[in-house]
């Protein structure tokens, strides 16, 4: 078992995980782009806003919930996942409603997109680092059908991000357990060594 002897394992370090990374960089690109394309006093502006701040949020959360309920990480991990599906489905709807061309998962321009995201592989979290990381896809400038496509190629990265963490969650719990396994055998331990 890992961190044999210690109940309550290491825990958090949710800003070192790729998917809290691109969900971060979502949330950020998410402001600017309902700032410049949706009504501010709209009912979508706020959920697309809180849609991708649920999915940075319960990531955080779950990392940080993960030592003594695995199950709760799982949880909220799922959330995050789900929330951000909701918001892709207002950047689609944004372009059809529209009629604006919604990127194959294969064109150049999606291709570009993620390489460029896939070849990013500092920390945003380090703040040592003074660029303007805030917009690096440049959701600022980008015309609209641009921005929702670039979007919703983050979305989409987030989401195989998430469910590849899912997975492994899952595969962890599988083999050691949860915290309450955990104290059942610790307790067990310490009545045997009495």
């Known amino acids: 078992m890992p961190d044999e002897g210690k109940l309550i394992p290491p825990h958090g370090g ?3 995980l790729r998917s809290f990374q691109c969900a971060q960089l979502v ?3 998410t402001v600017i782009f309902c700032d410049r394309f949706v009504e501010k006093r709209s ?3 706020d959920q ?11 990531i955080a959360e779950g990392s940080m919930a993960s030592a003594t309920s695995k199950k709760t990480e799982l949880k909220l991990t799922g959330v995050a996942r789900a929330s951000l599906e909701e918001l892709l489905l207002d950047y689609e709807d944004f372009l059809r409603q529209r009629g604006l061309r919604i990127w194959g998962k ?4 999606a291709l570009a997109v993620r390489g460029k995201y896939q070849s990013d592989k500092s920390d945003p979290s380090d703040v040592s680092d003074k660029s ?8 600022a400038t980008a015309s609209p059908e641009v921005a929702a496509n670039t979007l919703i190629c983050l979305i989409n990265q987030a989401s195989y991000l998430l469910r590849r963490q899912l997975q492994g969650l899952e595969r962890q719990f599988l083999a050691e357990g949860g915290f309450t396994e955990r104290l059942y055998r610790e307790r067990q331990a ?3 060594n009495q």
């Open 14 to 16: 949710y800003r070192k």
């Open 27 to 29: 949330y950020d690109a």
């Open 43 to 45: 009912r979508t502006h």
């Open 48 to 58: 697309m806003v809180q849609a991708a701040r649920s999915g940075v949020q319960n």
């Open 106 to 109: 294969d064109s150049p321009e």
């Open 132 to 139: 303007d990381r805030s917009d690096p896809h440049r959701i």
């Open 190 to 192: 310490r009545r045997r």
